[in-house]
C-alpha cells in the first residue's frame, strides 16, 4: 500500500481515531522496530558538533539561535568565532550591537543576533547573568520561541522534552502517521520521559537531516517503511541578487568599517555584483529596512553605519 503524502502540519489518518489510540501505535511493534533500527545506524553516524560537547546554557543558547534557519555547516565556524569573542552573558551583554553585528557577518537574518544581544542583556539585568532554566522565562527572552526554549532545557539539562523541529516532525510523520502538533508534542515528551530528551532529541535530529530527508530519503536502507508522507517544501527563489542577498552584503559592508559609508560609495560597491545592475531605488529599499529593524541607522543623508 502507498504511503499517503501530506505537508507537515496537515492532519492525516481517521480523524475519529483518539489521542490514546495514536500512543498505542508508539508502543507497539512499529515502535520497537523504529528506535531499535534508528539507535543501531546513529551509534556509528551520530554526528559531532561543538555545542554538544557542552551543557553550559549560554552556549547551547547561542547555537540554537544560530541555527534557526541556517545550515549547521555555516554554524559550525560561525559559533566558535562568536564565542572567542563573546565567551559569557556578561561580555555579549557589554558588548554594543555593531561589535555583535560583525561577529555574525555570514550568518544571515541578522535580527537573529540583535535578538540574541537584548536576551543577553535581559539575562544579565534581570537573572544575574545565568540563563534561566524554565520554559516560560526562556519563552520570554527575544528570539527565543517555544522550540528555542525547549532544546536550550532538553541540551543544558537533559530534561524530558523533545523539541519538535522540523527533521522530527518529518520523522515522526513519515513512520507513524501525523497528527495534531498538540498530540504530536504529548506523545514526544512522554516518549522523552522514558528515553531521556538529549540524546533522543539529537538521535531523531540527525536521522531527520541524514536519512529520513525532505527529499530522496534514505529510510528503506534501514529496513524502515513510511506510513505517511511529506511533501517536499518548494525551493525557495534563488538567493543571489535577492532583496535577503543585498541586506548581507549591506552588512558585511559596514562590519568592514569603523566609519559611516556612504550611500554612493555602497552603490558602486555592489553594483554589478553577480553581474547584475543594482538600481539606487532598491538600495535605498534595502538600507530603509535595514534601518526599521534596527540592524543599521543613517549618518546624515547621504551615509549608513551599522547601528549602536
Not at 564565542?83 to 551583554?93: D, N, P
Request: with cysteine; net charge positive.
Amino acid at each position: 500500500m502507498r504511503a499517503r503524502r501530506t505537508r507537515i502540519g496537515a492532519a492525516i489518518g481517521p480523524a475519529s481515531e483518539s489521542p490514546a489510540a495514536f500512543h498505542k501505535l508508539f508502543d507497539g511493534p512499529l515502535r520497537q522496530k523504529f528506535f531499535s533500527s534508528v539507535e543501531r545506524w546513529w551509534r556509528i553516524h551520530r554526528r559531532d558538533l561543538p555545542w554538544r560537547r557542552t551543557p553550559d546554557p549560554y552556549r547551547i543558547l547561542v547555537s540554537e539561535v544560530m541555527l534557526q534557519q541556517t545550515q549547521v555547516a555555516r554554524v559550525v565556524p560561525a559559533y566558535r568565532v562568536f564565542l572567542k569573542r563573546f565567551s559569557s552573558v556578561r561580555q555579549l551583554a557589554a558588548a554594543d550591537q555593531a561589535a555583535v553585528l560583525r561577529c555574525w557577518v555570514g550568518l544571515g537574518y541578522n535580527r537573529r543576533a540583535r535578538a540574541l544581544h537584548r536576551a543577553a542583556r535581559m539575562i544579565a539585568s534581570e537573572h544575574g547573568g545565568r540563563v534561566p532554566l524554565s520554559l516560560e522565562t526562556l519563552r520570554g527572552l527575544p528570539g527565543v520561541g517555544e522550540y528555542t526554549a525547549r532544546a536550550v532545557l532538553v541540551f543544558a539539562k537533559d530534561a524530558p522534552l523533545l523539541p519538535l523541529d522540523t527533521n522530527i516532525r518529518r520523522v515522526f510523520i513519515r513512520h507513524f502517521g501525523q497528527r495534531t502538533p498538540r498530540d504530536l508534542q504529548i506523545f514526544a515528551d512522554g516518549l522523552a520521559r522514558r528515553r531521556g530528551g538529549r540524546n533522543l532529541a539529537q538521535m531523531l535530529m540527525d536521522f531527520g537531516a541524514l536519512v529520513c530527508t525532505s527529499r530522496n530519503p534514505r529510510c528503506a536502507a534501514l529496513g524502515l517503511s513510511h506510513v505517511a508522507e511529506v511533501l517536499a517544501v518548494p525551493r525557495q527563489k534563488p538567493f543571489v541578487n535577492s532583496d535577503r542577498f543585498y541586506r548581507g552584503r549591506v552588512v558585511a559592508i559596514l562590519s568592514g568599517s569603523r566609519r559611516a559609508v556612504p550611500i554612493a560609495t555602497m552603490q558602486r560597491r555592489l553594483d554589478k555584483t553577480e553581474g547584475e545592475t543594482l538600481r539606487s531605488s532598491r538600495l535605498r529599499r534595502v538600507l530603509r529596512a535595514l534601518q526599521r529593524d534596527a540592524i543599521i541607522e543613517f549618518s546624515g543623508v547621504s551615509s549608513v553605519r551599522l547601528a549602536t
